[in-house]
């Protein structure tokens, strides 16, 4: 009701009469006055003139469900959003609600961690209100075997909502790091819930580094503002992000994997680099050329032969030596 309110008085513009309010959304004056009151103190400057009605004077800096959702305008993500001021981690509360049966896109998002989760088992740095740190539930009908394909589905659409809103150089670091100029600024991190043969549901946690200070910061990791020396709008951003994943949710349950792979490579900045990559004792140099049908990267040594990895951490290095490949 309070989303409905806040559309409502946003295409109005300037002030929008009670009894407008009242017939479009069939409830009493008395009703919106009590949901005016719990908006205002969730941060909405709301002014009340007798007579005339009511207008919106400024918006909070939150990532409340009534900001995301208005104007939203997806078919499954972001219908149901779980808030909370802070909190560990997104990804466990989410993975509880995936357990209780929470449907198909619900959000979970939080202004701070106190436990932020990254890749590797690291923590991510989750300052409050400087952020984006939200994990989303899916129930994909897939093979376990699969699930390393929504690594590359999520890197996709967060890259892409980042270029479109901030109108920077994003590039995406094998598997799911969002880079610009080589320095981190989003993670994507993904959990399951599955049988031996099928997915219950899979939660996407996904952090950006919006209008975070960088002392704040790991020393190769840089935020938004930092590249763009402006604040920008985290809501507006939350929105994009949940846009282009439905979008590229729905591309790959239509038309596969495929696209989603052939749009990774146009935004990789680890194909054609000389790569070093660490998984559980392993250790590998060389060319990153290819990634696979199922994501897997393909790198050719110094002996021209090729390897190829699904899981591990990816460091860009410089060549040492000559590589035929």
């Known amino acids: 009701m309070q989303a409905k309110i806040i559309e409502i008085l946003r295409k109005g513009g300037e002030y ?7 017939k479009d959304l069939k409830i009493s004056r008395a009703a919106i006055w009590k949901n005016i009151e719990i908006l205002r103190k969730k941060g909405y400057g709301i002014e009340a003139m007798p007579r005339v009605g009511y207008k919106i004077t400024n918006f909070p800096d939150k990532l409340i469900p009534e ?12 219908k149901k959003i779980y808030y909370y001021e802070t909190l560990g981690s997104t990804m466990d509360v989410a993975f509880e609600l995936g357990l209780q049966g929470a449907k198909d896109g619900t959000v979970v998002c939080s202004e701070s961690q106190t436990h932020g ?42 890259c892409e909502a980042v270029k479109d809103i901030c109108s920077v150089d994003a590039k995406i670091k094998w598997p799911n790091d969002i880079l610009i100029d080589n320095k981190k600024v989003a993670g994507i991190l993904i959990e399951l819930n599955a049988e031996v043969d099928s997915v219950k549901f899979v939660v996407i946690g996904i952090g950006v580094n919006v209008n975070t200070n960088l002392k704040s910061l790991p020393e190769k990791a840089t935020s938004l503002k930092s590249e763009t020396g402006k604040s920008v709008f985290r809501v507006e951003l939350t929105r994009e992000i949940l846009r282009s994943l439905e979008k590229w949710y729905l591309v790959w349950k239509k038309d596969g994997f495929a696209p989603i792979i052939s749009r990774w490579k146009e935004l990789s900045l680890t194909l054609g ?3 070093r990559i660490k998984d559980s004792g392993y250790l590998v140099e060389g060319k990153a050329i290819d990634i696979d049908e199922h994501g897997g990267l393909i790198v050719c040594d110094s002996d021209g032969l090729t390897v190829k990895r699904m899981s591990g951490d990816v460091e860009h290095i410089t060549a040492e030596k000559e590589y035929s490949c």
């Open 16 to 22: 929008v009469s009670g009894e407008e309010i009242s």
């Open 67 to 78: 900001e995301i959702q208005c104007g939203l305008k997806t078919k499954i993500l972001g």
């Open 117 to 158: 989760k990254g890749r590797m088992g690291r923590s991510w740095c989750s300052p409050k209100q400087k952020g984006i740190y939200f994990s989303t539930i899916l129930r994909p009908e897939i093979h376990p075997v699969d699930v390393a394909k929504m690594t590359f589905l999520s890197s996709v659409a967060v």
């Open 273 to 275: 680099n000389m790569v």
